[in-house]
């Protein structure tokens, strides 16, 4: 059996980069592992970046807060959401 795989990614205005990185999720080799989901923490984003995103096959999770609140406490919440064994930044 693979290990499962997890990804939060924490967003903020990020437009095309969000969408580059979601790619680079979706073509990288997952011989190793299952990927579980991908969790995105918008951090009160305006530029619509995390809006349709329907077209990227991945299993996404979006957690939409309204102000941003900087990097940790947003990775904490997308931390709570996934089982964690082992977490790297």
């Given amino acids: 059996m693979k290990n499962t795989l997890d990804v939060v990614i924490v967003n903020w ?3 095309p ?3 580059e990185c979601l790619r680079s999720i979706l073509t990288a080799n997952r ?3 299952d990927l579980s989901r991908v969790v995105i923490v918008d951090n009160g984003s305006s530029d619509g970046s995390v809006a349709d995103l329907q077209d990227i096959n991945l299993p996404i999770a979006l ?3 309204s102000d941003n609140k900087g990097l ?3 990775v904490t919440g997308g931390q ?3 089982k964690l064994i082992t977490s790297f930044f």
Wanted: positive net charge; aromatic residues 6%.
């Fill in 17 to 19: 980069l969000l969408r």
């Fill in 80 to 82: 709570k959401t996934v």
């Fill in 72 to 74: 940790q406490p947003r």
């Fill in 63 to 65: 957690i939409l807060n």
């Fill in 13 to 15: 205005n990020a437009g």
């Fill in 31 to 33: 011989m190793e592992f």
